[in-house]
């Protein structure tokens, strides 16, 4: 296989593209104090190949030339969201950590409609509080789904909210690679998952319309000073965002979610995640599973 004469041009072209340490440093203080991400030197090389995407979108032709895009012609209050899409990490899969999943169905379920024991057919609210592309969100609405329908004695609704618009557009259409697909129980696929009839080169799911009615997605800053939803949520999955946020931030992002919890209901962190050093008073029920009292 060979290289063509523009491919060989491009490739140079990127090897010798870098943002100044001037630059890096603008942009990973403007992350950080916007959504609260630390972008080390170490990320450095990350935050260029990510950052050459928009360089080619706005028919830029360096870094240098993005960068003086940003803060010397006033491109950053249009490209400000763009920005944060590029650099922010959305990792995501269905059924990640899924112990979660069965503590919730096994447990946490039960013991709040037990909270809620005079209330007919009540309604739990469930918020995915860092949801990426939705894979975490409808992974809830599959498992509340079913439980729904053994149990027959409640509704729920989940919320998903990330800084990134572009993995909230792909959330709210719910359509994935089909090889993403392959930790959801083949039970939950046949009755969760449209197929195509026609798959092409490229095979797509899509999360059938009942569960996509359930689950609504809004853009949220976890470093706004409030968020405007409800404060009587049951359970919010908080899990491995915290690790991006120095400990300060990961304390007062973790207080303001804790005042949209009902009492009695949870918080769910990532395992490698700690409330450890916070001023939040908790009581753990599970590894990262956290109870309001």
Not at 18 to 46: N, Q, W, Y
Not at 61 to 84: M, N, P, T
Not at 171 to 188: C, H, L, N
Request: hydrophobic share 40%; net charge positive.
């Amino acid at each position: 296989m060979s290289l063509r004469a523009h491919d060989i041009q491009a490739t140079a072209t990127s090897d010798n593209d870098h943002l100044s340490t001037r630059d890096f440093k603008r942009i990973s203080d403007l992350i950080g104090a916007e959504v609260g991400i630390k972008l080390p030197p170490g990320k450095r090389l990350m935050v260029e190949g990510r950052l050459r995407k928009r360089v080619r979108a706005l028919g830029l032709s360096s870094l240098d030339e993005y960068a003086l895009h940003l803060f010397q012609r006033d491109g950053l209050v249009a490209e400000r969201v763009h920005l944060i899409n590029a650099v922010t990490t959305n990792k995501t899969d269905f059924f990640r950590e899924p112990e979660h999943f069965d503590l919730l169905r096994e447990r946490l379920v039960p013991d709040l409609l037990g909270l809620r024991s005079r209330e007919r057919n009540p309604l739990l609210k469930i918020w995915s509080a860092a949801s990426s592309t939705g894979a975490e969100a409808y992974t809830l609405a599959m498992v509340l789904s079913d439980l729904a329908a053994q149990r027959n004695d409640f509704r729920f609704a989940i919320l998903g909210t990330d800084i990134s618009t572009n993995v909230l557009e792909q959330a709210a259409r719910g359509v994935y690679p089909s090889d993403q697909i392959a930790p959801v129980p083949a039970t939950m696929q046949q009755r969760y998952l449209m197929f195509s009839r026609r798959p092409g080169p490229r095979p797509e799911v899509r999360i059938v319309p009942e569960l996509r009615k359930l689950t609504r997605f809004q853009r949220l800053n976890l470093m706004d000073a409030s968020y405007p939803y409800d404060q009587d949520v049951d359970v919010i999955f908080l899990r491995n965002v915290l690790i991006y946020f120095d400990k300060a931030d990961q304390e007062k992002v973790i207080l303001r979610l804790v005042s949209h919890l009902r009492t009695g209901g949870y918080l769910i962190l990532g395992h490698s995640e700690s409330m450890i050093g916070t001023n939040v008073t908790m009581r753990q029920v599970a590894p990262a599973v956290f109870q309001k009292v």
